[in-house]
């Protein structure tokens, strides 16, 4: 099968078609025809990973050996990038249930990744659902990763109707579907990010958009109940005056002093809580999010379709900050 490979770190121009061994399913695994996959963050870092510093690296200090250890040193471990993917169900192994051939998926395979292929293996009990059925494979496509982060960290921040929120880092892969999950909850959405997708924030439901590049939240007198900051860039002392009284911010990337912050407002019993967590990768997150796309109340904007001969130019679209929304590769 053909799958855009990379062996060595470094710049877009390190992704190369190949061709490579079709995977065979064990007995609880689903074999699917991968029709599409998006470019994400980590599809980014894990590609340059070998060039990324400590001071770049976005989670505490400790881990970072360890990763880099995990994904290779000098050179990857894993050759085929992509964490999610839209499919079609081609075999399933002789223990599955859940799904038949000919059923239309979507589906996170984390940083295991493995979805820049024409086929992957997906246990059945992984974080694979049936797709939405109003959706195209590229649609779907960009759910996963969004709908797996965005419900399992809002959850653990235990939103509300009626609450003010604050979403820094609105228009990325996990902040487009937190925006879009807050409102669903009934919560006042505040979204943050740069000046050219202010307009891409604002269309997915935001009551406000601020832009990060002429605005500094933490200096408008607003206060809110929750501020979600995904790329960890503001922190608890700065935030600290824009959190109500019972306030919580949550961080999807944290470093050791957001994580001493968390301890030290729970041990303190302080009332403002730190939350810094992984998410939990569940297939219910995805079966939550394909109803709620199946209803109408969130959606999933893609902004550029690029085929699998052109995925150098579809990491640099994303990588030079142009996307507005999601970028795919067709497989
Ligand atoms: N906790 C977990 O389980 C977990 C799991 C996966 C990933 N993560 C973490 O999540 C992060 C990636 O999130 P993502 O995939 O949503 O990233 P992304 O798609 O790259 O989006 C990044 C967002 O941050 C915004 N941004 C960039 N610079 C900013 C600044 N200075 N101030 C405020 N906002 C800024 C971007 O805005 P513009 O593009 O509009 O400029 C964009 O909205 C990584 O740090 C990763 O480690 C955590």
Known sequence: MKAIAFTEYGSPDVLKIKEVAKPTPKDNEILVRVHATPVNFGDLMARNFGNVTPSEFNMPAPLYLPSRMAFGWNKPKINVLGSELAGE?????????KFKAGDRVFAYVGM??????????????????LKPSNLTYEEAATLPYGAVMATSLLAKANIQRGQKVLINGASGGIGSMAVQLAKHFGAEVTGVCGTPRMEFVKSLGADKVIDYTKEDFTQNGETYDLIFDILGRSSFLRVKRSLKPNGIYLLASFKMKALLDMLWTSVMGSKQKVICSFANETAESLEFVKKLVEEGKVKAIVDKSFPMEQASEAHRYVEDGRKQGNVVIAI
Request: glycine content about 14%; some cysteine.
């Open 112 to 129: 295991g990744m493995g979805a820049n292929a024409e086929y992957v293996c997906i246990p059945e009990s992984g974080t694979v659902a």
């Open 89 to 97: 169900v081609e075999v399933v192994g002789r223990d599955v249930t």
